[in-house]
């Protein structure tokens, strides 16, 4: 078992920045890869960023990338989402999962085993 909280959210304005962590306990030796996930109202969930631990490879959605940066602090078990230049509709809640299988991305909510509450990012106008 991988247990995942978020952490970070809040209300910001357009063109601020945030960041959200997201911290794992438990098995973590047995994690590949954690990744971001967002859901916006009437919205189906999607990809945001991924930090995968072999060759400490990162992926990012098109919507995000350039804004958005994912880093992992390795003795902690976290990973960070710094997000500059924020936007109304990067308002969502923002999810963070760990997958514990080996893949060739992770892009995939599908390809994520444990997932945390979530938390809330809302940008104003």
């Known amino acids: 078992q991988v247990y995942v909280r978020e952490s970070g959210g809040g209300l910001v304005q357009a063109g601020d920045s945030l960041s959200l962590s997201c911290t794992t306990s438990g098995r973590t030796f047995s994690v590949y890869a954690l990744g971001w996930f967002r859901q916006a109202p009437g919205k189906e969930r999607e990809f945001v960023a991924a930090?995968?631990?072999?060759?400490?490879?990162?992926y990012y959605a098109d919507s995000v990338k350039a804004r958005f940066t994912i880093t992992r602090d390795n003795a902690r078990s976290t990973v960070y989402l710094r997000m500059n230049s924020l936007r109304p509709e990067d308002t969502a809640v923002y999810y963070c999962?760990?997958?514990?299988?080996?893949?060739?991305?992770?892009?995939?909510?599908?390809?994520?085993?444990?997932w945390g509450q979530g938390t809330q990012v809302t940008v104003s106008h």
């Open positions: 999962a760990a997958a514990v299988s080996f893949g060739a991305s992770y892009y995939y909510a599908s390809q994520y085993n444990y």
């Open positions: 930090f995968r631990w072999t060759g400490d490879t990162t």
